[in-house]
């Protein structure tokens, strides 16, 4: 399975960074989890769209759902004809609000969507677990047959990093740097303290906002005082094997 980051930013825009998107490819089935400003030009740049017709969102924040209708527009011009999309309770409303908005775009794809629940469950041709995080409204982190996890957006916390254990790869929420007095995302030192005592392949740090440029050696330093694992920075567009 080949996981590749699509956007690592957050809703304050780098220039650099767009926001949140991670593209899981597997023997014949691809799946988008979460679909954030910028993301599907990010995933024209890696993949043909119209192969990616499965979406998992981890919850309904605007920097993980903007680019959504943009992916139906898209595939519904180069001719694909559904698209089937996938998230926390809801999802299904959500999406009927939009498309009321924007009503020109309702039947042109086939169109399914589905409320999914924590637990185990089957989309896209993967098998998934799903717990709720910590966050300012309800939030799925994921586990993909057991070699990747991806937090969404989270406070850290041990529950959510043993969640990850045994993954190859685990990409987690760091938004700020400690400096940083906030809620609902981790900060660094957050983070290694949930992560002590999880064996994880390699964690990779997302969800990035302005604030951590410039402060990525601290960053990870502030990590490395309480969890000793392999720790990167994620970048857009980086693409791993698990
Ligand atoms: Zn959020
Ligand atoms: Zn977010």
Known sequence: MRVTFLGTGSAMPTGERVQTGILLEGADRRLLVDCGSGVLHRLAQVADYEDVGHVLLTHHHLDHVSDLLALLKARWLAGAESLSVAGPP????MI?????????????????????????FSFAGFDVEAME?????QCFAYRFED???FSGDSEAFPE???????????????SFPDEVDVSNHPTPTQ???????VDVG????????????????????????HYDGDVEFAEDRLTVSV
């Open 133 to 137: 995080t910590r966050h300012s409204m």
């Open 160 to 174: 959510l990093a043993s969640f990850a254990d045994g993954c190859t790869a685990l990409a987690h929420d760091c």
């Open 191 to 197: 983070l290694g303290e949930a992560l002590s005592g």
């Open 147 to 149: 070699r990747f996890s």
């Open 90 to 93: 809801g999802t299904e409303s």
């Open 202 to 225: 390699t964690v990779y740090l997302t969800h990035l906002y302005p604030h951590t440029d410039g402060n990525h050696e601290a960053m990870l330093d502030s990590i490395a005082d």
């Open 96 to 120: 009927a609000d939009l498309l009321s908005v924007h009503d020109y775009l309702q039947d042109r794809v086939d169109l399914s969507v589905r409320d999914v629940e924590t637990g185990s």
